[in-house]
């Protein structure tokens, strides 16, 4: 994964961001969402010393719900349903809502050290967008042991333990969920994640 919060140089060290495993409450993970959630952290802590706080703001239109953990089981049910995938079209629709549409809008993000800010710009659409977004919200709020049902509430909170075993850091974060339902399933959704990031033996 390449940058997220600032532009690399050919003079950048050679760093690895992000979990390869990450452990959560006990459960190992290996998906996106643990490699990005890592990597901001990793990312924030490395360039920004004394950051504490990172947030993260879009719109989208898809309500959140089990379904985006796991995309390509999603997938596979329709297959395994007889639904007929006509590849040829659905890349025909896409590029069609890309023209009508344009592509997904970016995703803001804002660090800060306690209350003070300490940058703010629009993540690499390489790395992520707004439709991404979605897929990586829901694991959070798996990992705080929310219920599905209450993912779409406008206002949800929890905290998430993880450890990478690996490179022996462990992170703690208190999550601050906000999904404000616009107009015609379009949704403002924004995720403030309190990190503390240290090694541990």
């Known amino acids: 994964m390449s940058r997220m919060l600032r532009n690399e140089s050919s003079d950048d060290p050679i760093i690895q961001f992000g979990a390869r495993m990450l452990h959560v409450d006990g459960e190992l993970y290996e998906n996106t969402a643990s490699k990005f959630w890592s990597s901001l952290i990793d990312e924030a802590s490395t360039d920004y010393p004394g950051s504490d706080t990172v947030s993260l703001v879009s719109t989208?239109?898809?309500?959140?719900?089990?379904?985006?953990?796991y995309p390509v089981n999603a997938l596979q049910r329709e297959l395994d349903n007889g639904i007929e995938i006509d590849l040829e079209e659905a890349i025909r629709q896409a590029v069609e809502e890309i023209d009508m549409f344009g592509p997904p809008a970016a995703v803001k993000t804002t660090i800060f050290s306690g209350k003070a800010m300490v940058v703010?710009?629009?993540l690499p659409l390489e790395c992520?967008?707004?439709?991404?977004?979605?897929?990586l919200i829901v694991w959070l709020l798996q990992w705080?042991?929310?219920p599905e049902p209450r993912w779409n509430e406008e206002l949800l909170s929890g905290k998430i333990s993880a450890k990478d075993r690996e490179r022996k850091i462990s992170y703690l974060m208190k999550i601050a969920f906000r999904n404000k339902h616009l107009s015609e399933g379009l949704y403002d959704r924004a995720v403030v994640v309190?990190?503390?990031?240290k090694a541990t033996r």
């Open 60 to 69: 989208a239109s898809v309500p959140l719900g089990v379904d985006l953990l």
């Open 120 to 122: 703010s710009r629009e």
């Open 128 to 135: 992520v967008d707004a439709h991404v977004f979605s897929y």
């Open 144 to 146: 705080c042991s929310i």
């Open 194 to 197: 309190q990190f503390t990031r």
